[in-house]
């Protein structure tokens, strides 16, 4: 397995924005076959899918005027 290409931190995508979980805590993923650590997930919680759905809310309208071409790019 190439894991260059996994980043070393992954974090939530909300409004734009890599953002760390807000509590600050994350999970560490490791490769199940070698037991090398591979990358830390934010953990999230209630409070951090409140703001991922809130943002996906406040883009809805312009989002939904984007042709699915627009949207990919």
Same mark, same amino acid.
């Given at each position: 397995m190439n894991t260059a290409l996994i980043?070393?931190?992954i974090q939530?995508?909300?409004a734009g924005h890599a953002m760390p979980a807000a509590s600050g805590q994350t999970v560490e993923?490791?490769?199940p +076959? @070698?037991?090398k650590l591979l990358c830390r997930l934010a953990r999230s919680q209630a409070v951090d899918v409140r703001s +991922?759905?809130?943002a996906a809310s406040r883009a809805k309208p312009a989002w +939904? @005027?984007?042709s699915p071409v627009r949207r990919g790019e």
């Open positions: 980043p070393s931190e939530n995508w909300i993923k490791f490769c +076959a @070698t037991g +991922a759905v809130e +939904a @005027t984007l």
